[in-house]
Nanobody
């Protein structure tokens, strides 16, 4: 499966945004989807994930991950943005039994990432 994240850009502190992750090549429904981010000079950080079946939405604090298997897309909503949210955001696909995994090696396909920059 190939993934393409989009929706990043320059944001203001306090804004909300929604990132999209479009799958191609294979049905998104085959995969758990994880979102990670990487700030300059930092390691890749797990944000949240959603399983391939069951609930289509998962909320973790300011982060809401959702999916539409009919559209072959997953989404990450981030509310109350702060400059600390500045990073490249990646979506990734997994078939691991640990669907809510923060371990990058559990994911078999990664999109190229989308830059989110939050100014104060």
């Amino acid at each position: 499966v190939q993934l393409q994240a989009s929706g990043g850009g320059l944001m203001q502190a306090g804004d909300s945004l929604r990132l999209s992750c479009k799958a191609s090549g294979r049905p998104l429904s085959n995969y758990h989807i994880g979102w990670f981010r990487q700030a300059p000079g930092s390691e890749r950080e797990f944000v949240t994930a959603i399983r391939r079946s069951g609930d289509n939405t998962h909320v973790k604090g300011r982060f809401t991950v959702s999916r539409s298997n009919t559209r072959n897309e997953a989404y990450l909503q981030v509310s109350s943005l702060s400059p600390e949210d500045t990073a490249v955001y990646y979506c990734a696909a997994s078939t691991n039994v640990r669907y809510y995994s923060g371990i990058p090696d559990d994911y078999i396909s990664w999109g190229p990432g989308t830059q989110v920059t939050v100014s104060s």
